[in-house]
């Protein structure tokens, strides 16, 4: 490519080895705008790729709090502020005892992408801790989360920094954080989003992202000319809040959703997953999925431990559409072949990165459609930025218009998307396409604000 090339392989190679997805991250958007670098000199004239890829700042911090036995615990607390060029900085919090800063710098940097493609005014951010809430009783939840906002509080505000939900983080955990968030500040503020309805949460944040996954699946396969979803067997990962609302939709459209899995086995129901079941299961009780088959003795439960090595069961099932919605690197090779073999058409991915590199490659090389996640889970900070809408001008926006904006916007993304992947003379590759337009619309708003 270009000189800058060697500037960029500077920056990333002084960091250390946990920022691998970080780079794998960084890696792809790279390869994938060295068309538009090449053809458009004022992106190496003012040096936009470099400082894209390092974070404004990146915030680390102790939470020290006291669980049920007034034992006196530590956990390490992040906010990467990744990008504001084109609003306030947002992005989710993730509880997961496997982060770290690597992680935070990948999903922080992947997030600049995503809201650009949304059109909407929003930067990109990510944050959360090594807290894991499993095995945690509601008050020590909550006390967590009052020890976090008590040092995150200093660093965000409606119009600085507006965090959400991911993985481990749901309406329960950002109303305690916005509880301690008002009882520091006084100030009843739009500065979470994902909040409890009651008390200013926007209708269609806990469905936003799972229901945009299939929105966008839906219009990509339109453009593409292949056949729609209904009547298709669908498999998903993850029994989370993105794949049980993406199951959710793809009920409502006459799919088949036939799997869905945790971190310690799957789920194989082939007449269609008992999404009421599930919700049980996952969404209130945290319980294991192999307790589905106490209701449905017919379908098949494979733990972790019996997955061939480097494969996962839920990618093994026959399926025409495939929806990853767990975490990252969940989808490999093995399992893109294996999807491949069985005749899969698309593939859209509701977790964040969750398809290896050469995973990616060998969907893009079969003409398998690949929705990338920064085009097809942006529902979630989409219904997100519509939340601090309603919050600025107190105002509650009805469920019907709602769900109607996030389609229209998911369909603009898509078209978007594949438009400029055919402007750049590939395409069908929308991981391009979503590349090159996000990066388009942060690089032109970074040279029109100055260094
Ligand atoms: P949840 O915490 O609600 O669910 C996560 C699901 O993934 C659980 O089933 C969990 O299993 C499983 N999982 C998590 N980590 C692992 C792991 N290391 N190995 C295997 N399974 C794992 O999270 P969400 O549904 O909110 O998030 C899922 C993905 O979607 C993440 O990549 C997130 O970044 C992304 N995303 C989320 C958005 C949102 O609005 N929430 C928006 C856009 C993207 P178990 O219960 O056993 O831990
Ligand atoms: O990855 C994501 O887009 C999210 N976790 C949601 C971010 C948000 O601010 O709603």
């Known amino acids: 490519m270009d000189i800058s090339q060697e500037n960029i392989k500077n920056i990333l190679v002084g960091d250390c080895a946990q920022n691998s997805v970080f780079f794998q991250a960084v890696q792809e958007v790279i390869s994938s705008i060295a068309p538009l670098l090449n053809s458009d000199k004022k992106y190496n004239m003012f040096s936009v790729l470099e400082r894209l890829i390092v974070p404004d700042r990146?915030?680390?911090?102790?939470?020290?709090?006291?669980?049920?036995?007034?034992?006196?615990?530590?956990?390490?607390?992040?906010?990467?502020?990744?990008?504001?060029?084109?609003?306030?900085?947002k992005g989710g919090l993730r509880f997961h005892p496997s982060v770290n800063e690597g992680i935070f710098k990948f999903l922080g940097f992947e997030q600049i992408f995503k809201n650009s493609l949304t059109g909407l005014p929003i930067g990109g951010a990510k944050g959360g801790s090594d807290?894991?809430?499993?095995?945690?009783?509601?008050?020590?939840?909550?006390?967590?989360?009052?020890?976090?906002?008590r040092e995150l509080h200093k660093y965000i505000g409606p119009r600085i920094d507006v965090p959400a939900g991911d993985i481990g983080v749901g309406a329960r955990e950002i109303g305690y954080l916005f509880g301690e968030y008002?009882?520091?500040?006084?100030?009843?503020?739009?500065?979470?989003?994902?909040?409890?309805?009651?008390?200013?949460?926007?209708?269609?944040?806990?469905?936003?992202?799972?229901?945009?996954?299939?929105?966008?699946?839906?219009?990509?396969?339109?453009?593409?000319?292949?056949?729609?979803?209904?009547?298709?067997?669908?498999?998903?990962?993850?029994?989370?809040?993105?794949?049980?609302?993406?199951?959710?939709?793809?009920?409502?459209?006459g799919a088949i959703p036939v799997t869905c899995s945790d971190s310690r086995g799957m789920i194989y129901d082939s007449r269609g997953v008992d999404l009421p079941l599930l919700k049980e299961l996952k969404l209130q009780n945290g319980a294991s999925l192999e307790r589905y088959l106490e209701f449905h003795p017919d379908a098949k439960y494979t733990p972790v431990c019996d997955y061939s090595e480097g494969e996962h069961a839920v990618w093994g099932i026959q399926c025409y559409a495939a929806f990853p919605c767990a975490t990252q690197n969940e989808l490999s090779e093995?399992?893109?072949?294996?999807?491949?073999?069985?005749?899969?058409?698309?593939?859209?991915?509701?977790?964040?990165?969750?398809?290896?590199?050469?995973?990616?490659?060998?969907?893009?090389?079969?003409?398998?459609?690949?929705?990338?996640?920064?085009?097809?889970?942006?529902?979630?900070?989409?219904?997100?930025?519509?939340?601090?809408?309603?919050?600025?001008?107190?105002?509650?926006?009805?469920?019907?218009?709602?769900?109607?904006?996030?389609?229209?916007?998911?369909?603009?993304?898509?078209?978007?998307?594949?438009?400029?992947?055919?402007?750049?003379?590939?395409?069908g590759n929308y991981v391009d396409g979503a590349n090159i337009a996000g990066f388009k619309r942060i690089a032109d708003a970074m040279i029109a604000e100055g260094v």
């Open 182 to 253: 008002k009882k520091i500040t006084s100030s009843y503020d739009g500065v979470l989003t994902g909040k409890p309805h009651v008390f200013g949460g926007s209708l269609m944040r806990p469905e936003a992202t799972g229901y945009g996954v299939v929105y966008f699946t839906q219009a990509m396969l339109e453009l593409e000319k292949k056949e729609g979803l209904a009547g298709k067997i669908c498999t998903v990962s993850g029994a989370g809040k993105v794949a049980l609302h993406a199951i959710e939709k793809l009920l409502q459209v």
């Open 334 to 427: 093995a399992d893109a072949q294996n999807l491949i073999a069985n005749g899969c058409v698309s593939v859209s991915e509701g977790a964040n990165m969750p398809s290896t590199p050469e995973a990616i490659n060998a969907f893009l090389n079969h003409n398998v459609c690949f929705a990338p996640a920064k085009a097809a889970n942006a529902g979630g900070v989409v219904v997100s930025e519509f939340e601090m809408s309603q919050n600025a001008s107190m105002q509650r926006w009805h469920f019907e218009k709602i769900d109607t904006k996030l389609k229209i916007i998911m369909e603009q993304i898509c078209k978007r998307v594949a438009l400029t992947a055919k402007d750049y003379g590939v395409e």
């Open 131 to 149: 807290f894991d809430p499993k095995g945690k009783t509601d008050f020590e939840i909550m006390k967590f989360c009052s020890a976090f906002m």
């Open 58 to 89: 990146v915030i680390k911090f102790k939470v020290s709090w006291l669980d049920d036995g007034n034992n006196i615990r530590v956990n390490t607390g992040y906010r990467v502020q990744f990008n504001n060029t084109l609003g306030p900085y």
